[in-house]
């Protein structure tokens, strides 16, 4: 999950890379999918509005796309992509592009303007990691204006200190409310498409209906 994470990280640093994905607009076959989980009350149907089926050569190519984008921009920090990373841009792009650019184009507005006052020209690969999560995680993004949320900039190598400026940097990002911050605004918007999971499987923190996401 760290190269999804580090990938969204990357597009909301520079949206360049968003642009070469829609431009590519990988191949998904749209198709109506539903999970059945058997309870003691009976069966529950889930129907899932964002399904469908990948195409191998253009999700491979998308994959490596990717990893030569990373690669290119931020050399030995770049992590290895995953066929995952690729298989769930593939899905947004053709199932909720809309909330995928403007949710993430948001974000790059407000990380560019905070960065900018902070002086930021290189961000590191935990800053760029954990922007990428918090576009997507928003009880994250409470935690992290808490005491407890320090232990998560630690973990991800941003240390929690008011003197450092990543530390800041995702302190201002996300703060506030989604009518005066673009990076909320832009988190909402990303997250109200119908490709991501009840809850969300790619974020950090537990929420009520993770269980099913493990089987």
């Not at 749209?30 to 129907?47: F, M, N, P, S, W």
């Not at 050399?75 to 995953?82: F, I």
């Not at 918090?134 to 992290?144: G, T, V, Y």
């Not at 995702?170 to 988190?187: M, P, R």
Request: glycine share 8%; net charge negative.
């Amino acid at each position: 999950m760290i190269d999804f994470w580090f990938t969204f990280g990357a597009m909301v640093v520079d949206t360049g890379l968003l642009d070469d994905i829609v431009r590519f607009r990988p191949a998904f076959t749209r198709a109506k999918l539903k999970i059945v989980e058997t309870t003691a009350q009976g069966d529950v149907e889930t129907q899932l509005p964002a399904g469908g089926k990948l195409d191998e050569t253009s999700t491979t190519k998308l994959r490596q796309m990717i990893r030569n984008s990373l690669l290119a921009n931020y050399s030995d920090a770049a992590p290895p992509v995953s066929l995952y990373t690729a298989a769930k841009l593939c899905q947004l792009v053709n199932a909720d592009l809309t909330n995928l650019t403007d949710g993430l184009r948001k974000g790059h507005w407000k990380y560019i303007e905070v960065a900018t006052a902070e002086g930021i020209h290189r961000p590191s690969r935990g800053l760029i990691t954990l922007v990428g999560l918090c576009i997507i995680d928003d009880k994250l993004c409470l935690r992290l204006l808490k005491p407890e949320g320090m232990a998560v900039g630690q973990e991800f190598g941003v240390t929690p200190d008011a003197g450092n400026p990543e530390w800041r940097l995702i302190q201002k990002l996300c703060s506030g409310t989604v009518a005066d911050n673009a990076f909320l605004e832009g988190q909402k918007t990303l997250r109200s498409g119908s490709s991501w999971d009840a809850g969300c499987r790619e974020v950090f923190e537990y929420y009520d209906d993770f269980e099913m996401a493990a089987n």
